[in-house]
């Protein structure tokens, strides 16, 4: 039963992420709670850490530079996702995905995820090319527009209410204490000149 008032409207949320981010995706699982207990509807839109951090002398999530092209293949396959097969799709391409690269830690998994998700295995072949950087160089100037450049991953923007970085939780909520947080979350964005409310970050739980 979702826990709404049934004569308020379906409320619009638009979630930016990076899918190499662990806590985005613990973040993206208290969403998928919301959903049950609150009326919204998610957005999926993709960011990059790697375009964030370009501009740096050092990228924070990639110090040895080591990584580089294949930080942004994930995001590119999620870019390709959501272009050809719509919002839905990348929702449950990101499901998959997470479960496997964050949970699971088989970073090989791209290509069971696609499939888990019913969507094509050549769209895998877009990961190591540069054909849909431009659409996640807009996409993530979008999301990092209304939040400042010095944040990070997710973010989250709520119809009508106001835009905010996180929240960053682990493990995620679930029942009506993922309502409850979410319930936090959207009086907290609606106030401007609300900005930073934080404490060290605990381990990483992927309940």
């Not at 040895?64 to 999620?78: I, P, Q, S, T």
């Not at 072949?125 to 160089?137: E, L, N």
């Amino acid at each position: 039963m979702n826990g709404t008032d049934p004569e308020r409207h379906r409320v619009n949320v638009d979630f930016w992420f990076d899918p190499v981010c662990p806590y985005t995706w613990i973040t993206a699982r208290w969403l998928r709670e919301v959903e049950r207990v609150r009326d919204i509807r998610v957005q999926w839109r993709v960011m990059s850490l790697a375009m964030l951090n370009e501009t740096r002398e050092i990228d924070p999530e990639d110090p040895e530079g080591l990584y580089g092209e294949y930080m942004k293949a994930h995001g590119r396959v999620c870019a390709a996702v959501r272009e050809r097969h719509g919002n839905e799709a990348l929702g449950r391409y990101f499901d998959a995905l997470g479960q496997r690269i964050h949970a699971r830690q088989d970073w090989s998994g791209m290509a069971a995820a696609l499939a888990e998700a019913g969507l094509p295995a050549e769209l895998e072949s877009v990961a190591m090319t540069a054909q849909y950087d431009a659409v996640v160089r807009a996409s993530h100037e979008e999301g990092v527009a209304l939040v400042g450049d010095d944040v990070g991953t997710p973010v989250l923007s709520v119809e009508g209410v106001g835009a905010v970085f996180g929240p960053v939780v682990s493990p995620a909520p679930r029942g009506e204490a993922a309502g409850r947080l979410w319930d936090g979350v959207v009086l907290m964005a609606g106030v401007t000149g609300f900005y930073e409310f934080r404490r060290p970050y605990g381990e990483l739980d992927f309940g």
